[in-house]
């Protein structure tokens, strides 16, 4: 039987691993809150929007970083997978700080807690821009 010692480094480890494979993964992470806002994102999210720094980005809201021609898409998009119960994927340009967009696909779910309540989301966010488009 493992002691609350034992159990206790299993969870920092575990926490260690989640963190590290965030880092890692050459995609953008999002994680926020159920209001749209931003607590935490990998560096690929950062050198993907070019020019804000981390601490620029959290706090702010997920939707100041879409482009505004498909802001309006971007907000039905979210409340429709808030009501459904279940994330989507979907493609938007996102405005980068010198006024040029890039296209993403941006796959978003809810982070839940132990009695499947919705507590959060996480977007996995790829880079379209230098991929051809068929």
């Not at 050459?26 to 720094?53: Q, T, Y």
């Not at 802001?71 to 340009?93: C, I, M, N, P, V």
């Amino acid at each position: 039987m493992a002691t609350p010692e034992k159990n206790e480094d299993k969870l920092k480890l575990l926490m260690r691993a989640i963190v590290t494979l965030i880092d890692l993964n050459p995609d953008g992470i999002v994680i926020g809150d159920l209001n749209g806002h931003i607590i935490e994102v990998n560096e690929a999210i950062v050198k993907m929007l070019d020019g804000p720094k981390k601490d620029d980005i959290l706090g702010k809201h997920i939707l100041d970083f879409v482009d505004n021609a498909d802001r309006d898409r971007a907000t039905q998009d979210s409340l429709d997978s808030l009501f459904s119960d279940r994330g989507k994927t979907e493609k938007y340009h996102i405005a980068l700080k010198n006024k040029k967009t890039i296209l993403v696909e941006v796959m978003f779910d809810f982070i839940r807690d132990e009695n499947n309540r919705k507590i959060g989301f996480i977007d996995i966010v790829k880079n379209l821009s230098n991929c051809k488009e068929s």
